[in-house]
């Protein structure tokens, strides 16, 4: 058996918080970045009501109970047309356990998600200095070049 069938993904819930923490622990490390996912942690409440959200996607790949991966993926209602889209906004995998599946694995899963509520496609960013993931994303979907902008909100 090789480790990577001691993988196990799967959807958080409410009674999944310290799952959730080491979710962010991963983003903080992976993303190079813990001042935006260690710094200010939600609350409790907070995080019950996110990961109670049938329209947020926390998925984790454990191995004994540690999280080695993760995405955080978004269902966008639209209004052209009775359909939604699903948005993964992080994806992220422990660098031990690279190109071994583990992301490929995430998005499958969350392929069935979107079957099962009957989104019409998922879709994903990638930074043009993320040769690694632009070469998985061309690899499970079709590439769009886009420009994003972030727009700050304003009172």
Do not use: C
């Not at 983003?27 to 996912?37: I, L, N, Q, S």
């Not at 996607?57 to 047309?81: H, M, P, S, T, W």
């Amino acid at each position: 058996m090789t480790d990577i069938h001691r993988v196990r993904i799967r959807r958080l819930g409410v009674a999944d918080l310290p799952a959730a923490h080491g979710l962010l622990d991963l983003f903080a490390t992976v993303f190079e970045d813990p001042g935006t996912y260690a710094s200010n942690r939600p609350d409790v409440a907070y995080l019950a009501r996110l990961l109670g959200d049938p329209t947020f996607f926390a998925l984790v790949a454990e191995v004994d109970g540690a999280v080695i991966g993760g995405l955080a993926a978004y269902e966008l209602r639209k209004l052209e047309q009775p359909r939604s889209e699903i948005y993964i906004y992080d994806l992220g995998v422990a660098e031990a356990w690279r190109r071994r599946g583990v992301a490929t694995g995430l998005i499958g899963a969350l392929q069935a998600e979107a079957a099962r509520i009957g989104a019409w496609v998922v879709y994903v960013q990638a930074d043009y200095a993320d040769p690694p993931a632009i070469a998985l994303y061309t690899k499970l979907g079709t590439r769009e070049d886009v420009l994003h902008f972030d727009i700050p909100p304003r009172a």
